[in-house]
């Protein structure tokens, strides 16, 4: 029996074959394969529904590891986090997370405690100088 590509592409989509095929773009296999991680190595992905690349990197790194999986939506996370358990994989964490806004955050958050820290400094530096007045 021959089957086309949009009938595999129907019978993954329904799960039919779910675990033994699965359907990829080039550039998520090519990006795994690239990388080429090493067992034990950390990877952030930043796009990662529906999983497919994730999975892949789990899977080069023998499921060593930590694959950190972001998307946008829950629904997208539990996407990740279905693929990874039906393929056996424990390495890969995935949470709710928009990466073009992350970058932003981190230097919201990085001036905030860029800031706290001149304050903290600042605190320090007066009660030494106050320290060192009584001693006189």
Do not use: F
Not at 44 to 57: H, I, V
Not at 99 to 128: C, D, P, S
């Amino acid at each position: 029996m021959t089957y086309g590509k949009q009938a595999w592409h129907n019978c993954v989509a329904a799960g039919v074959l779910r675990v033994h095929v699965m359907l990829q773009a080039l550039p998520s296999m090519v990006a795994a394969q690239v990388l080429n991680p090493h067992p034990g190595s950390r990877v952030l992905d930043m796009c990662a529904a529906p999983g497919g690349k994730t999975t892949m990197l789990a899977q080069i790194m023998g499921d060593s590891g930590t694959v950190i999986a972001l998307d946008r939506t829950q629904a997208k996370v539990q996407e990740i986090l279905s693929l990874s358990s039906d393929w056996g994989l424990t390495c890969v964490q995935a949470y709710v997370a928009d990466a073009t806004q992350l970058y932003q955050q981190q230097g919201e958050q990085r001036q905030q405690w860029e800031g706290r820290h001149v304050q903290i400094g600042k605190a320090v530096a007066a009660n030494h100088h106050h320290h060192q007045q009584q001693q006189q």
